[in-house]
């Protein structure tokens, strides 16, 4: 099994920036690529941006792109989510994922990934 947890979510204006952590621990040899996720009160969970094993790959959602930055340390186990220029839209919980699948391909679809975190608030006031 593998366990993930977030870290970093809190209160932010718009326009500032924050960074998420994601540290995985258990059986962490079994993951292949990692994502994050996140959930806004009364939608369905989107898809954000997700990075292959050794992070050569990453893939982004049109609403983040050119402002999240996706990293991946796996020597010290951690996955990173760097926000900036946050807008009141990107509130949301905000959840770490990662797939036991050896494919090569990026994957952006929830039913993917195997393990997920429990989430971290996020919240970007006007």
């Known amino acids: 099994q593998v366990q993930l947890v977030e870290s970093g979510g809190g209160l932010v204006q718009a326009g500032n920036s924050l960074r998420l952590s994601c540290a995985t621990s258990?059986?962490?040899?079994?993951?292949?690529?990692m994502g994050w996720f996140r959930q806004a009160p009364g939608k369905e969970r989107e898809f954000v941006a997700a990075?292959?094993?050794?992070?050569?790959?990453?893939t982004y959602a049109d609403s983040v792109k050119g402002r999240f930055t996706i990293s991946r340390d796996s020597t010290k186990n951690l996955l990173y989510l760097q926000m900036n220029s946050l807008k009141p839209e990107d509130t949301a919980v905000y959840y770490c994922?990662?797939?036991?699948?050896?494919?090569?391909?990026?994957?952006?679809?929830?039913?993917?990934?195997?393990?997920w975190g429990h989430g971290t608030q996020v919240t970007v006031s006007s």
């Open positions: 994922t990662a797939s036991a699948s050896g494919s090569s391909r990026v994957f952006i679809r929830d039913d993917e990934y195997n393990y």
């Open positions: 258990g059986r962490t040899f079994t993951i292949y690529n």
């Open positions: 990075t292959s094993r050794i992070g050569s790959t990453t």
